[in-house]
C-alpha cells in the first residue's frame, strides 16, 4: 500500500504564506497524478491544484496567481506554495495521489493539515 503524510499547515495572517509538503511512501510503482484538495467546514471538498508525473499542473481558479503546486518525482513527494493567503483559504487540506502498487491502481489520501488564515 501507499502512505501519504502531510506537513506545513498552520496559522497565518492574510497575506502571508505557506508551504505544504507531501510525502509518499510505502510499496511505490508508480505515481501518477499528485493533488492538494481542501475542505472548509460545512462545505465539500473542492480540488485547489494537481500536477501529472510529467509536470503539467491545474489549478481552482480561486488560487490561481497565489498558489503553486510542485513534485519531486524522485522523492515522491508533491509540495503548495501558497502566497497571498485570504481568509476564505481557511480549510483542512488534504493530498491525494493516483498511484500503482502491489495491490494495483487506486487513489490515495494523507490524513489532511489544518491551514487557518486569520488576522
Known amino acids: 500500500q501507499v502512505q501519504l503524510v502531510e506537513s506545513g499547515g498552520g496559522l497565518v495572517q492574510p497575506g502571508g504564506s505557506l508551504r505544504l509538503s507531501c510525502a509518499a511512501s510505502?510499496?511505490?510503482?508508480?505515481?501518477?497524478?499528485m493533488g492538494w484538495y481542501r475542505q472548509a467546514p460545512g462545505k465539500q471538498r473542492e480540488l485547489v491544484a494537481t500536477?501529472?508525473?510529467?509536470?503539467?499542473?491545474n489549478y481552482a481558479d480561486s488560487v490561481k496567481g497565489r498558489f503553486t503546486i510542485s513534485r519531486d518525482n524522485a522523492k515522491n513527494t508533491v509540495y503548495l506554495q501558497m502566497n497571498s493567503l485570504k481568509p476564505e483559504d481557511t480549510a483542512v487540506y488534504y493530498c491525494?495521489?493516483?498511484?500503482?502498487?502491489?495491490?494495483?491502481?487506486?487513489?490515495?489520501w494523507g490524513q489532511g493539515t489544518q491551514v487557518t488564515v486569520t488576522s
Open positions: 491525494h495521489a493516483d498511484a500503482w502498487s502491489r495491490i494495483g491502481r487506486r487513489d490515495y
Open positions: 510505502g510499496s511505490i510503482f508508480v505515481i501518477y497524478g
Open positions: 500536477i501529472t508525473s510529467g509536470g503539467s499542473t
